[in-house]
């Protein structure tokens, strides 16, 4: 679709309408719309208007979504600190524990938005941001965590058996990095349109058996 | 007592009454923004709504829309007794924490 001169991004407002609720939908994204035109387009000009949609979009999504994105947040820290610095057991429990998270969000989503499509991309967006904190994650804390790292055996053990002759453990551990930020990116898209489409369908359904309850 | 609104609810419950008819999300939206004299998200605004009609404060209908929304319905408000009953209790509660303390105050500056 052609997006109109005087209209906010096409794909922000599709991601607006299906985070909000089936019944106000409609007028709430009005709202915005007519703020957009009214307001923010004289005042801010075209790029600043889109900004303003999008942070606005982005409310929506952290108003109803950030006690799933935080906990996941968290448990990705404390899972990753513990495995640079083996520290603690390292449980099979933390993957569940992600999953269960995701699919909370995703049924959240098909419950509030009461439609398939609103558990999809509250489980599709819980993903992708979740991905975006790892790579930002990732990036940052490589190096430090290295300076630890080269000193334990466990990693040592791993350089030693997977790094290519004459790799320094910095240049290994960098690249292990970025290996795993391709590889959670591809299994997060997976999982959020999984735990996406199953927390739609069953958020949407029991919120048709169950009219009522909270938001 | 039940609950005692927040600020930003009585401001949106009263933004309500004063525009009466014309009570629908932008309208205040914009009502709020000028008595607060700051910039408010319209999500703030239409979670607070939300909010609001499920305590039953308010209630809603869905109104006709206009060419700059792409004629996207309007939803319009109306504060309900319930609504100026906890305006009321707001009110009340403020004026007791209030008393007696305009005095010190004076006596202060």
Redesign the interface.
């Known amino acids: 679709m052609a997006r109109n001169a005087t209209s906010p991004p096409v794909w922000a407002e599709w991601v607006l309408v299906g985070l909000l609720?089936a019944d106000?939908a409609?007028?709430?994204?009005?709202?915005?719309?007519?703020?957009y035109?009214?307001e923010q387009l004289p005042a801010r000009g075209r790029v600043g208007a889109d900004w303003w949609y999008l942070?606005?979009v982005a409310?929506?999504f952290a108003?109803s979504y950030w006690f799933w994105l935080a906990a996941l947040i968290v448990l990705f820290v404390m899972s990753d600190v513990s495995n640079a610095y083996q520290i603690g057991a390292r449980a099979a429990v933390g993957p569940v524990v992600a999953l269960a998270l995701m699919l909370a969000a995703s049924l959240h989503g098909g419950w509030r938005g009461r439609r398939i499509s609103s558990g999809l991309l509250a489980g599709i967006t819980t993903c992708m941001l979740l991905w975006l904190f790892m790579a930002g994650w990732w990036m940052t804390t490589w190096y430090p965590f290295s300076l630890v790292q080269q000193a334990e055996p466990y990693w040592i053990g791993a350089w030693h058996s997977s790094a290519a002759p004459g790799e320094t453990f910095t240049h290994w551990i960098f690249w292990d990095n970025v290996g795993a930020m391709m590889m959670s990116a591809l299994v997060l898209s997976a999982v959020g349109v999984l735990t996406g489409l199953a927390g739609g369908v069953v958020g949407s359904t029991a919120r048709k058996l169950y009219p009522r309850g909270v938001? | 007592m039940a609950d005692i609104l927040g600020a930003f609810e009585q401001a949106v419950l009263l933004a309500v009454l004063r525009l009466d008819e014309g009570a629908y999300g932008r309208a205040i939206l914009r009502d709020v923004q000028t008595r607060l004299e700051r910039d408010v998200a319209p999500g703030a605004v239409h979670a607070t709504l939300e909010r609001l009609e499920d305590k039953g404060f308010v209630t809603s209908r869905v109104g006709s829309g206009t060419a700059i929304r792409d004629g996207r319905a309007r939803r319009f408000y109306r504060v309900e007794p319930a609504g100026v009953r906890a305006l009321d209790d707001a009110r009340y509660a403020l004026d007791r924490v209030w008393r007696g303390v305009g005095r010190l105050l004076k006596a202060r500056s």
């Open positions: 609720p106000r409609e007028s709430d994204s009005g709202d915005l719309l007519e703020a035109r009214d942070r606005q409310f929506v108003r938001r």
